[in-house]
């Protein structure tokens, strides 16, 4: 899937693509059947809401799960960011975030590359989100918001928020956040399941909880060039992957034709992928 030139040119400006309904139901229903599964699972990589059984975030679910494992290699999700970086790409990340109904927590105003720079000393912007929606996403769920725009202004000072949820952040502060909106607003994309977003790992965007009655699952891919890999091994390997092999796309049919696909971490998460390392790459 090849971006046009229109479609390069807006991300260029808004930092962001939004394209609604690319997987079909068919596709959506073979990912979302698997995820209470995997949330039910006794495993390091799903991390919970605070003071609550629902899980916030799943690590690592390409790894050990074999619908997963195939859409971490769909042409859809990878080949736009290899188009507009111009190299392979590598799975930096993998999550199945879920704000659950009634109990998802916010993700505060950040940069995804604050955090990547921060704590894998990153080197440089080459990275970015692609995430599709297994559930519809509607204004009352808690939709991603972003400050279109705000990539081109590069990295922003962020503080390390450990408090405020169950899963530590590189926050934005709410002086540069209301600069940051009158600057150039704030956009919520919504939508079906099956649609899907690519943005900047230097856009801000933060999403509310979630009081509503609807789930809102969403998978993210990070994708980094390959030639722009983590230096520092500081987290554990399944929220920041070690392994900087290009990914290998499968067909478009993917998700719902069985191509065989590998899930080394089937029977549990290797030792050496739960503890940081010392020594980087």
């Known amino acids: 899937m090849k971006l046009t030139s229109a479609q390069r040119e807006e ?15 068919t596709e959506i229903k073979s990912l979302i059947d698997e995820v ?5 699972q006794s495993r390091p990589e799903n991390v919970r809401e605070k003071g609550s059984e629902s899980v916030r975030t799943n690590f690592a679910a390409h790894m050990y799960n074999e619908q997963f494992a195939r859409l971490a290699r769909h042409p859809r999700m990878v080949e736009p960011i290899v188009d ?28 995804d590359y604050g955090t990547w720079k921060n704590d894998d000393q990153m080197p440089d912007a080459r990275a970015m989100n692609v995430a599709i929606f297994l559930d519809e996403v509607n204004e009352f769920n808690g939709p991603l918001m972003f400050i279109p725009g705000s990539h081109k202004l590069g990295v922003l000072d962020a503080g390390h928020d450990t408090a405020t ?16 909106v009158g600057r150039g607003g704030i956009v919520a994309p919504k939508g079906p399941a099956g649609s899907m977003i690519l943005f900047h790992g230097c856009l801000v965007h933060a999403s509310t909880s979630n009081l509503s009655p609807w789930n809102r699952v969403s998978v993210y891919l990070s994708l980094c060039a390959v030639s722009n890999h983590i230096r520092r091994f500081k987290r554990p390997g399944y929220i920041a992957h070690r392994d900087f092999a290009p990914i290998q796309c499968l067909p478009d049919d993917c998700l719902v034709k069985p191509y065989e696909v590998a899930v080394p971490w089937k ?3 290797p030792a050496a992928e739960l503890q940081p390392l010392t020594v980087a790459a």
Not at 36 to 40: D, F, G, N
Not at 84 to 107: C, R, S, T
């Open 84 to 111: 507009l970086f111009g190299e392979n790409v590598y799975m930096h990340q993998f999550k199945i975030n879920g704000k659950m109904a009634f109990d998802g927590d916010v993700w505060q105003w950040h940069q």
């Open 267 to 269: 029977n549990g998460t």
């Open 165 to 180: 949820t169950s899963y530590p952040l590189w926050t934005i502060n709410d002086d540069v956040i209301r600069q940051l």
């Open 11 to 25: 991300f260029d400006r808004e930092g962001y693509l939004f394209f609604p309904s690319l997987f079909s139901p």
């Open 36 to 40: 209470p599964v995997l949330y039910a």
